[in-house]
């Protein structure tokens, strides 16, 4: 505006209006009119520009790592529908529901491919991408998920409006990468029971988690004592004295178990006592 009036000779109570190619300054009984096309450009190739900036505020951590280091925060949840091999341990994510709050859209296509690339991060991190010191050095071995990796993903987009972001938008970066993989581990948990502890979900640590979790539901409490172990049906107890028979806790007698290891020539340790005289 200032370079306005300045062009136009005008004082700071002037109006001004852009009509089609010109612009038209009025004060009182006095009109200037700047035609666009026969003024200069500048470096940047525009005749007249300006440059704002805002900082938005934050507020800074303090000892305790507690404050508001960024003004604008974005939100997201995803679902997925998986299929699980259970023989194999392998994974195949056939869809991906995303929605995210953009605060206001301002390029739909851009925003939808962001959250496409975010999802396509988030299953490499979580079904393949391993870096493995002096191994995994190259794309051979260093797998990341290619187009026939990619399942069906459906983009829905929030919109609340920021008070801090332009027009009310806020960013789309890394951050829709991050439910992924809680999406895609959630649903094999739902599925098979498997609870996975370490990234990538390669096929041989999905079939430990499935053996184990196949192992949490047929397993049973023994309550003989205080202890109060967990044994699976079939098994034998966690200690000499007590054992599993068809389902149910049974108490071995002390004395049977002694005869029993004496008479084959067995070492016999107390039953809380790792170390003694074993003669």
């Excluded at 089609?20 to 003024?39: A, F, G």
């Excluded at 002096?134 to 990619?150: A, Q």
Aim: hydrophobic share 35%.
């Amino acid at each position: 505006r200032n370079k306005i009036l300045r062009l136009s000779n005008m004082g700071p109570e002037a109006d001004i209006n852009f009509i089609n190619d010109t612009i038209v300054i009025e004060q009182t009984q006095k009109t200037h009119i700047l035609k666009l096309n026969e003024m200069n450009e500048n470096e940047d190739k525009y005749v007249l520009s300006s440059i704002e900036t805002y900082d938005p505020p934050t507020i800074p951590l303090d000892e305790n790592g507690q404050g508001k280091p960024y003004a604008v925060y974005g939100y997201g949840v995803q679902m997925a529908e998986i299929e699980v091999d259970k023989e194999l341990g392998t994974i195949k994510v056939l869809k991906i529901t995303a929605a995210h709050d953009l605060g206001k859209v301002i390029n739909p296509l851009l925003a939808e491919g962001q959250i496409e690339g975010g999802i396509a991060q988030g299953l490499g991190f979580t079904l393949m991408e391993e870096y493995i010191s002096d191994k995994t050095e190259n794309l051979h071995d260093y797998l990341i998920p290619t187009i026939g990796d990619m399942p069906e993903i459906e983009s829905i987009f929030i919109e609340k409006k920021d008070p801090e972001g332009p027009m009310g938008a806020k960013g789309l970066g890394e951050h829709v990468l991050i439910p992924t993989a809680p999406a895609i581990l959630n649903a094999l948990r739902n599925c098979t029971g498997a609870i996975i502890k370490k990234l990538p979900a390669l096929p041989h640590r999905v079939l430990e988690a499935i053996t184990e979790a196949d192992f949490e539901r047929n397993k049973i409490r023994c309550d003989a004592c205080p202890v109060m172990c967990f044994i699976a049906e079939g098994k034998s107890g966690a200690c000499d004295r007590y054992a599993n028979q068809d389902g149910q806790i049974i108490r071995l007698d002390p004395l049977i178990i002694l005869n029993t290891k004496i008479e084959k020539g067995e070492k016999v340790k107390p039953f809380l006592k790792a170390n003694w005289n074993e003669k």
